[in-house]
């Protein structure tokens, strides 16, 4: 059976509303945030409707079944991710996620320890590794963005030395697409005994992983990129490292016993979940690691690639005519995610996704908090498509026809 | 379309760039970025007594920010700090409530009036501002 992105789109109520309204929103945000199937949204009112209660704590059925519920949740995550239950922290989004590590692993360090940090990556996994260097006196090393807007592992030799203690690296960039090759990362930190640290949440919604085989050490993504909600993102562990680091945050459900003498922690994950955790959001977060899984996979990448492909043909045709469009990112075919970022010269992005948006087209333009890039491209920031399986042929030549306009009007 | 934006007088101010660059030797001069999206806004200016006897604009940003600083370089010379704070003031109040300008020199600021309903982007009119405001600040 062929694949229906308008199957997807009527599974997803703020889509087919707008379908059946007849202004269809072309939905071209998915790397900031996607959309939500109404399986998702009714996992989550279901458990606030009938279980909600806190977790881990009462004695009472509601309790009891709030708890299985949650913990449920986290072996179907850890499954998606190839991962055991128990190296699943729950957190509040990414970025959370990633300060969890950083705020632990960071008590491992001493000043002189050196962390490499890419010009690639999202603020969030830049931003944490930043505080800890002025907590700790630790150093970073920036490893440089090509002019592709890629990652060259080539460039770690030079970067990686005996004082390096971690490669916090993007596993596939918010802004170019580019996914990174992971191993050669692996193999310089393996050579040095340096930790690897991934931001994945650009790549996790593309289907399940084994984090058990990249080699690598943590690993953060948030729910709401992967069709599930806000208020909940995921970092793994190693189970041993997990074990050997102290906790992030201080309060209940962290604890193994606390005295006035002094506290000692509960074992992972629950001693990285400080305080009531997102349980709702992690029942809706395991409703969306169910409905990616019941998709065709091959089907749903050869979908992303076919309307990758034509959107960047699209913008080299109008480049091909207007001489103003640059295309940031590896070209179509290579290694990376469905999204698109380009530049048109002599008009702003927030310019051309504001003329886009009055005919429902959904960008995002502006430095897609990845500065660090911007400044290594010479850009100011980009316009941005990102694609999912529910956007279709439709939605891309949207878009187009709207670059074509913007760029008659502004520049 | 997005001309509700994006009409024909507010193109016309950015694409006029009215006194883009800078002073040979400003009495105050500020930088403002927005953190949003990256957007900066550097202005240079120049006193006579009371009153800003020159202005000068470095705008890397959208058109809205363009078309903004443009207005501002025609409202600012000749104003006084009270002028420029009050200006500042009403934009913001026509961004926020609707509220119409005062006639004078901030009336071009009123090709932004539909903006109003678009709050992501009122603070891309109102950076120039800020900038200048930020300058009478070093002074």
Redesign the interface.
């Known amino acids: 059976m062929s694949f229906d992105p308008a199957r997807l789109r009527r599974e997803i109520p703020l889509l087919a509303d707008a379908d059946r309204a007849g202004r269809p929103i072309r939905y071209l945000d998915n790397a900031a945030t996607a959309q939500v199937p109404e399986v998702v949204i009714e996992a989550v009112a279901q458990h606030d409707r009938r279980l909600r209660s806190n977790v881990a704590r009462g004695v009472y059925r509601l309790a009891e079944d709030a708890t299985a519920a949650y913990e449920a949740a986290r072996e179907e995550v850890a499954a998606y991710v190839g991962a055991r239950p128990d190296e699943i922290v729950f957190a509040s989004n990414c970025t959370a996620a990633i300060n969890i590590a950083a705020l632990a692993f960071g008590e491992t360090l001493a000043a002189g320890d050196r962390v490499v940090v890419s010009e690639l990556d999202h603020h969030s996994n830049i931003v944490p590794w930043q505080l800890l260097a002025s907590r700790r006196g630790i150093a970073l090393d920036w490893w440089p963005a090509t002019p592709e807007g890629t990652l060259d592992p080539a460039r770690l030799g030079a970067l990686v030395g005996p004082r390096t203690r971690l490669i916090a690296a993007s596993h596939g960039s918010n802004v170019t697409g580019a996914r990174l090759d992971v191993r050669p990362v692996v193999e310089a930190a393996k050579r040095v005994g340096a930790k690897v640290l991934l931001d994945g949440a650009q790549v996790v919604p593309h289907g399940a992983l084994d984090l058990s085989k990249l080699g690598i050490d943590f690993y953060a993504f948030s729910g709401h990129k992967m069709y599930g909600p806000t208020g909940i993102g995921v970092l793994w562990g190693r189970r041993a490292l997990l074990e050997a680091l102290p906790p992030a945050f201080g309060g209940g459900g962290m604890i193994g016993r606390v005295a006035k003498s002094g506290t000692n922690w509960a074992a992972p994950p629950a001693r990285f979940e400080a305080g009531t955790p997102p349980v709702a959001q992690a029942v809706g977060l395991a409703a969306a690691v169910n409905w990616i899984r019941q998709l065709d996979r091959g089907a749903v990448e050869a979908h992303l690639q076919m309307l990758t492909t034509r959107l960047i043909d699209g913008l080299q045709a109008l480049d091909a005519q207007r001489r103003v469009v640059r295309l940031v990112g590896p070209p179509a075919g290579h290694a990376r995610l469905p999204v698109v970022s380009f530049d048109i010269k002599g008009?702003?992005?927030?310019?051309i996704c504001?003329?886009l948006?009055?005919t429902n087209v959904c960008l995002r333009?502006?430095?897609h908090c990845a500065?660090p890039l911007?400044d290594a491209l010479g850009l100011?920031?980009t316009t941005r498509a990102s694609l999912a399986p529910y956007n279709d042929e439709n939605d891309v030549d949207a878009l187009l026809e709207g670059i074509d306009?913007a760029i008659a009007?502004?520049t | 379309?997005?001309d509700?934006?994006?009409h024909d007088a507010i193109?016309a101010l950015a694409r006029d760039a009215s006194a883009a660059g800078a002073l040979d030797a400003p009495q105050a001069t500020a930088t403002v970025d927005n953190p949003?999206?990256?957007?900066?806004v550097a202005v240079d200016l120049a006193f006579e007594g009371e009153r800003i006897s020159a202005l000068r604009h470095r705008v890397?940003?959208?058109?809205?920010?363009q078309a903004s600083a443009a207005a501002l370089a025609i409202a600012a010379v000749g104003a006084t700090r009270e002028d420029l704070r009050a200006g500042t003031a009403s934009l913001a109040a026509l961004l926020k409530d609707g509220a119409p300008l005062p006639d004078g020199r901030f009336a071009p600021f009123a090709a932004f009036a539909p903006l109003a309903r678009?709050r992501s982007?009122h603070d891309?009119a109102k950076l120039p501002l800020l900038a200048a405001e930020k300058a009478l600040g070093t002074t």
């Open positions: 008009a702003h992005p927030h310019d504001q003329m948006a009055e333009g502006g430095h500065q911007m100011a920031g306009r009007r502004l | 379309m997005s509700a934006i994006y193109v949003l999206c990256g957007d900066r890397r940003g959208c058109l809205l920010c678009h982007r891309c």
